[in-house]
Structures are given as C-alpha cells and as structure tokens.
C-alpha cells in the first residue's frame, strides 16, 4: 500500500474490556514497531518486529500487552482488561530494508479511550 | 542513547526561515542526529538525519555543530502546514525515543 495503514482509527472500549488494533505495514518492510502516545507527550516505544520474531518488548508497560506479527506482515496489539491509564494514541511504523538508519514510516495511529 | 534539549515552542512567520535548535551534549561518536515532526493527528513523519557532515533534501536542512553538541534543523520558506511538533532524536540503532519536541507555530 501507499503508507502503513492502522485500523480502527478510534476505539471506545469499557474498563475490563480486551481490545485488538490492526497495523498494516508498508509492503516489503521487514521492521515493525509499536508505539504508545499519550495525550500532550511525546511516542513510547512499546515493541519491535523483524519479520515475525518479535526482538524487543521492553517497552510494553503490563502483561495485559500482547502483540504479533505471526506472518511477518500484519501486526495486531492485543490489550486485555483494559484501564483508564491505557488511553492514548497506538502508533505503528514500519521501517524499509534498503534505507540506512532509522527513517520510520508512521501511521496515523489508533486512539484508544477507556471509560 | 544522548538525551537532547529543544525548546518548548516557537513561532515563525510564514516565507521566513524557521531555525529549530537542539542541543545533544551527551552524543556519542558513532550517534547520528534524527529530526521527526507530527502534524496534529497524524503519526512522526521523517525529515532528515545526519551524523557530522550538514546535510540538505527537498523538506529540510540540518546544520550539526563541528564538536556534535548541537545542530538546527532550517526549513528555509516555512508555510502554515509546517506548524507541527519537531523532535530532535540521537540514536546509534534501534528504538526512536522521542522527548518533548519544539511547537512550531508557523503564522500568516
């Protein structure tokens, strides 16, 4: 696709309820990452993917925080018994192979709000 | 990674050139220099980057000190679709982490 595409781009949930937030990365992108922003602050990494194999997972903040990548494409955040504290901004990014550095490609994230 | 230090906001008339600083005294030699911005609603988008040498591409220049403690990210003919928030990033590989970042207020 044109650019790393994230669905729902908003998301209600209750207090306790579990909820899944879909990244499509950018075609051929190996390197996925999951981001956490919340209001008025800068991104937080949460996770890293190199193809399926999840290498990073220091910054999800609970073990309610799960996520995959099981075909090295998609990717799905899964956050169960979710809280208040759990409200923000999920971004996803996918990075090009062939491109040096650190250029991350975003999307426009999926905001979360928990009542 | 260096942790970086950038103003809380600026303001910018539109046409002029925006100079956004930040400082990095802590960088290391083999750390480059990342600039991000993020437009209201929308996810970081990539500027530029650079290790010691100034580099220039079609949205920005980066201008980074002779010692690396500090560079200016120039966007040299602002316009209203600039007012974003511009991160100053320092990191070898790996994870972006982001700070604060500067407000820009580009105005007519």
């Known amino acids: 696709g044109a650019g790393v595409s994230q669905s729902p781009r908003y998301k209600v949930a209750k207090r306790g309820q579990d909820v899944a937030l879909r990244c499509d990365p950018i075609?051929?992108?190996?390197?996925l990452f999951w981001y956490q922003q919340a209001l008025g602050q800068g991104p937080e990494f949460l996770t890293y993917?190199?193809?399926?194999?999840?290498?990073?997972k220091s910054g999800l903040p609970s073990d309610r925080f799960f996520a995959e990548r099981p075909e090295g494409s998609v990717s799905t955040l899964k956050i169960q018994r979710t809280q208040q504290e759990d409200s923000a901004v999920y971004l996803c990014?996918?990075?090009?192979?062939?491109?040096?550095?650190?250029?991350?490609?975003f999307g426009s994230g999926t905001q979360l709000s928990v009542l | 990674d260096a942790k970086t230090t950038q103003p809380t906001s600026m303001d910018c008339a539109e046409g002029r050139a925006a100079n956004l600083p930040c400082n990095h005294s802590?960088?290391?030699?083999?750390?480059?220099v990342y600039w991000y911005r993020q437009i209201h609603s929308q996810g970081p988008q990539y500027i530029i980057h650079?290790?010691?040498n100034n580099e220039t591409n079609e949205m920005a220049s980066l201008i980074i000190t002779e010692d690396r403690k500090s560079s200016t990210l120039i966007l040299p003919h602002a316009t209203l679709r600039d007012t974003a928030v511009y991160y100053c990033i320092v990191t070898r590989y790996g994870k972006l982490t982001f700070g604060q970042g500067t407000i820009l207020t580009v105005h007519p």
């Open positions: 990014a996918s990075r090009d192979p062939w491109e040096g550095g650190e250029k991350l490609f």
């Open positions: 802590t960088i290391s030699g083999n750390e480059y």
């Open positions: 075609s051929g992108h190996v390197s």
């Open positions: 650079g290790l010691k």
């Open positions: 993917f190199q193809n399926e194999a999840q290498l990073d």
